[in-house]
């Protein structure tokens, strides 16, 4: 069974960092394509990247090209979003996704990231 646990959410002031945690289980993050939404309040789930295992390239939305960073730790099967230089804007419930070429198939429950200004 493929499971996808979020964690690492929380309250940040504008400007500030967080680091959101992935804990995946029931396939090898060496043979998948992951990736991360998020969903802020009133507003359609959106994509913000997504790595492609096979490319070896991970592709990032404009709203947070060059502030957030997807990364994997394949001896713990684990997917990172560092997110700098955090806005309001960012405000959002973060869903960590995996599925072929970022088409996601299966979701985590999802971990609230809240910005203030």
């Known amino acids: 069974e493929v499971t996808l646990v979020e964690s690492g959410g929380g309250l940040v002031q504008a400007g500030g960092s967080l680091r959101l945690s992935c804990k995946a289980s029931?396939?090898?993050?060496?043979?998948?394509?992951v990736g991360w939404y998020r969903q802020a309040p009133g507003k359609e789930r959106e994509n913000i990247g997504c790595?492609?295992?096979?490319?070896?390239?991970?592709h990032y939305e404009e709203a947070v090209k060059g502030r957030f960073a997807i990364s994997t730790d394949n001896a713990k099967n684990e997917v990172y979003l560092e997110m700098n230089s955090l806005k309001p804007d960012d405000t959002a419930t973060y869903y960590c996704?995996?599925?072929?070429?970022?088409?996601?198939?299966?979701w985590g429950q999802g971990t609230q990231v809240t910005v203030s200004s």
């Open positions: 996704t995996m599925g072929p070429e970022c088409t996601p198939h299966y």
């Open positions: 029931g396939f090898s993050l060496d043979e998948a394509d």
């Open positions: 790595r492609l295992i096979k490319k070896r390239f991970t």
